[in-house]
């Protein structure tokens, strides 16, 4: 059972939310902020996600409201942080801001 002490602390910390999942899960730990493994971790979450919607349609008695709503949350912020990912790398200027920066 998931208590509220144990949610991912907001706003979204990503190294604290993978530590969090790595504790909850045994799952590959998605460290890595390469926009592969972001990707990887999304379809992840995507499929945990949907398995647990279909546990609390059909009533299960193990579904875990709190837990859901976490990973939904944890969901949308990577999806929305690989999205503007991709967006800066498109950038015309991503070659100029990657030079600057060094």
């Not at 059972?1 to 504790?23: E, F, I, K, Q, T």
């Not at 045994?26 to 990887?40: C, L």
């Not at 875990?64 to 949308?76: G, N, Q, S, V, Y």
Request: neutral net charge.
């Amino acid at each position: 059972m998931l208590h509220s002490d144990s949610l991912v602390p907001h706003p979204y910390n990503r190294p604290a939310s993978m530590a969090w999942l790595a504790g909850q899960f045994a799952t590959p730990v998605f460290h890595d902020d390469t926009p592969s493994d972001r990707a990887a971790l999304i379809a992840w979450l995507e499929r945990r996600c949907r398995a647990m919607r279909a546990q609390g349609i059909a009533g299960a008695y193990h579904y875990d409201l709190p837990l859901h709503i976490e990973l939904l949350r944890i969901l949308a912020v990577e999806k929305a942080e690989l999205a503007a990912m991709e967006i800066q790398s498109a950038s015309p200027d991503a070659g100029w801001r990657r030079r600057r920066a060094a």
